[in-house]
Structure formats: structure tokens, C-alpha cells
């Protein structure tokens, strides 16, 4: 986090990965690929994880990632629960031997949205692409400019951020599509089966436009969290567990209103921003700030994509993410078993009928608001490190004390 200096790209916030959580699978997935390239000549790795890496790893499956990626290097993956002087909540430690000699440690952390640092070491940085890392300010430049949010980030990141959010937009719909053909139970023991094809296939008799719409959307949204549940490759938006919002609401407008693929682009490129702003000033981790800065942040990014898409005034559009963050709020993290599965899969499809709602309030009321996008940005930072440490993706109370 830096409130200095601008922003990284949004290529940094959409990432294509396997699930089921970006700071859990995905950053450490990355820190592995790492530790391969620059100790080629290893022959053991042990790995050390801390804080809530190691609280909720195993139920996310980080063991596993880890020994997928590092293979075929012989790795031990050990859980240590007991350290409290980490740098940060997903900590690991990488012990790098040679014929028992120990070569090096190093310490790496997963800050969220699958970004990872290694301590001590700048050059690991995303390089800084925007100026600014305001909405305030953002929104008054591109109005003296005269240009829409979409057309910043084209500015900023060049011509080639189009063909990244077209592979980022692929994703998503692949995941939609096998996610409402998919069967069956997810992993993990808590017996939880797949809904999405039975929502988006079993219409009420009498059902309405309104109810028909809640359903398909919250079966998109189920379709892309039940894939990350599986372990399935998803785009991060901003997160693994949150990967679901923000597909749901593109992918039903596009059905209902025949957008192009072009305009979603253009929308996600504005939820990219919205994310981008988000992660910038105040954290999209839940292990940091809570549900509200994955689930909240998801809504924001979906709200301001689809009043993007509804080529709303940039006031609107900040208006509807303002709402769509403002109502998550305190949001704590807390998945039953540390799996990214409840409450984490409803969640998603209530934040994404959340979010068309939000644009809703945003389109009637814009001139009314009080708050700036910018403001509750900050206020969710303060409300997350508010937190009690066991409702940020520990799973040590509220509802992963829940015994199923
Ligand atoms: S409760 Fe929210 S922040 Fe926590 S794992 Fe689930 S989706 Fe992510």
C-alpha cells in the first residue's frame, strides 16, 4: 500500500490463476516459481507458513499448490501457527537446501489478489503505471479531459491493456459456462454440492422478470465461485473468493442487452480502476482488512462497471461504487474450515445483485450523496485493521466456529 505514489497496473488485480484463493493458491503459487527460477540447483525446500497462511492453508490447499509447483523438488510444507512477529498475515518462509546444506531462507508475503513481496527487496515491485491513485482526483482530470475512466486506463497502461482484459474477459466466461455444467460435490469435506446448474435450470412456474433475473445472475455467480472452489482456473476480480461478482453482472447484461465485448471491456477496464483504487489505498486482502476488501471491493468493481456499461456520468459511477462499498462495510472474514466455500459462494451472488442494485440507487440519487468513493475507500481500511484478528480469514470465530 502506498498513498504516495500512483498505481500499478490493473494486470497486477486481474490475474489469471487456479483457485481457490488469491493470497492462499495463487500468490504462493507465484512465490514457488520464483524460488524455482532463481535456486536452480535446490534439492530440498522446506516451506514455513504463518499467520493465516498457515491457520486456514490447508483448507485452501496452499500445501498442495506448493508441492505441485515445486516438484520435482522434495519440499516439506510446515504450519506454524504459534508465530505472532510476521510482517504480515500470509507470511512463508523458504529454506533452500543443497545436499543438505542450507543454502538460503528467504521470506516472502502474499499480500493479496495473488501480488507477493519479498522482504527487503524493492525490485519485486509492479511498476507504478498511473499518476494518480484518487478517485477524486482521477475523475477531475478526466473531466477537464473529457474522456470516460476507460479511456484513462488507456491511457495509463497503452493500447495492449485491451488484450489482456479480452484473455481476463475469456476467463470469466469459460468459468460461467463449465461452472453451469458442472456436477457433483467440491472438495473438502463439508459435502457442499454445486448449485449453479440447478439455479440457472430450474425456472419457478410463475416466475417473474425481476425473479428470473436474480437467479440467472446469482447462478453466474455461483457457476465462477463453485469453479474456484474447485480448484479451477478463474480470473481474480479482485480476488479468488470474490471472483464471482463481477462476471456475473458483465455476463447477464450482455446476455439481456447484446453489449459487445468491446463495451465489457471497456467496463471492466473502469472496475479495474475502481479495484485498482481500492487495493492502492486500502487492502483487497481479506487475511488484512476482512471480507469487505474482497466481497466489498468485488461489489464496488462491479457496480462501476455496469454503470460504465450504462455509459452513466463518471459522478454516477463513482456514486454506485461509493454504495457498493459503503453496505459491506465491516464485513468479516470468516469461511467455515478456512474454505472458500461458505459463506463465500452465496456471497458472491448477494454482492452481485448488490451491485446492480447499487447502480440502481446511483442513477436516481447521484445528486444527493454525501460521501466520496474516495472516503469510504479509507474508512474500510480503518474498519478492516479494526477488526479482531480472528475475523480476517483466520477461521477462529464468527461462522467458521460453526462445526458442520
Ligand atoms: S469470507 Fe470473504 S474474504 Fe473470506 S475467504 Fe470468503 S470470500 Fe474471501
Redesign the pocket.
Known amino acids: 500500500m502506498n498513498n504516495n505514489v500512483g498505481m500499478e497496473s490493473i494486470d497486477q488485480l486481474y490475474r489469471i490463476g487456479r483457485g481457490p ?1 488469491s493470497s492462499h493458491t495463487i500468490g504462493p503459487e507465484r512465490a514457488c516459481i520464483a524460488i524455482k527460477n532463481r535456486f536452480t540447483d535446490a534439492d530440498f525446500i522446506k516451506v514455513v507458513l504463518y499467520g493465516s497462511l498457515a491457520k486456514t492453508g490447508e483448507g485452501h490447499g496452499t500445501d498442495v499448490v506448493i508441492l505441485k509447483t515445486l516438484f520435482p523438488v522434495k519440499c516439506e510444507v510446515v504450519f506454524n501457527t504459534e508465530e505472532e512477529s510476521i510482517p504480515h498475515p500470509n507470511t512463508m518462509d523458504f529454506m533452500i537446501y543443497r545436499q543438505e546444506a542450507l543454502l538460503s531462507v528467504v521470506r516472502v508475503m502474499s499480500v493479496g489478489g495473488g501480488r507477493i513481496l519479498f522482504e527487503n527487496e524493492e525490485e519485486t515491485k509492479a511498476p507504478i503505471v498511473y499518476g494518480l491513485n484518487k478517485f477524486h482526483d482521477i475523475a477531475e482530470y478526466c473531466n477537464s479531459k473529457m474522456i470516460r475512466l476507460w479511456q484513462y486506463v488507456e491511457e495509463n497502461e497503452g493500447p495492449k491493456v485491451w488484450d489482456y482484459l479480452s484473455l481476463v474477459w475469456d476467463t470469466m466466461k469459460e468459468s460461467i459456462k463449465r461452472g453451469l455444467f458442472d456436477e457433483g460435490v467440491l472438495p473438502g469435506g463439508l459435502d457442499v454440492h454445486k448449485k449453479a446448474k440447478q439455479l440457472y435450470n430450474n425456472q419457478h412456474v410463475d416466475e417473474s422478470q425481476q425473479t428470473k433475473e436474480n437467479r440467472l445472475v446469482c447462478s453466474f455467480a455461483f457457476a465462477v465461485s463453485e469453479q474456484n472452489a474447485s480448484g479451477e482456473t478463474i480470473a481474480t476480480a479482485p ?1 479468488c ?2 471472483a464471482g461478482v463481477l462476471p456475473a453482472v458483465m455476463y447477464y447484461n450482455q446476455l439481456k442487452n447484446g453489449y459487445t465485448d468491446r463495451q465489457i471491456l471497456q467496463a471492466l477496464a473502469t472496475a479495474g480502476l475502481i479495484g485498482n483504487i481500492i487495493k492502492t489505498n486500502a487492502s483487497i486482502s ?1 487475511a488484512e482488512c ?2 469487505q ?3 466489498g471491493s468485488a461489489c464496488a468493481m462491479a457496480a462501476a462497471a455496469l454503470a460504465q456499461l450504462f455509459d452513466l456520468h463518471i459522478d454516477k459511477i463513482e456514486y454506485a461504487a461509493e454504495i457498493a462499498i459503503e453496505h459491506h462495510l465491516g464485513l468479516t ?3 467455515i474450515c478456512g474454505l ?1 466455500q461458505i ?2 459462494i452465496e ?1 458472491n451472488a448477494v454482492a452481485a445483485m448488490r451491485a446492480i442494485n447499487a447502480v440502481n440507487l446511483a442513477s436516481f440519487l447521484w445528486d444527493t450523496r454525501k460521501i466520496s468513493f474516495d472516503r469510504v475507500v479509507q474508512t474500510m481500511k480503518e474498519t478492516g485493521h479494526d477488526l479482531k484478528a480472528s475475523y480476517r ?1 483466520t477461521s477462529e470465530a464468527g461462522l467458521a466456529r460453526i462445526k458442520l
Request: hydrophobic share 20%; with cysteine.
Open positions: 484463493s480476488t473468493g470474490a481479506g476482512g471480507c476488501a474482497e466481497i472474514c470468516d469461511p472458500v459463506p463465500c456471497r480469514e
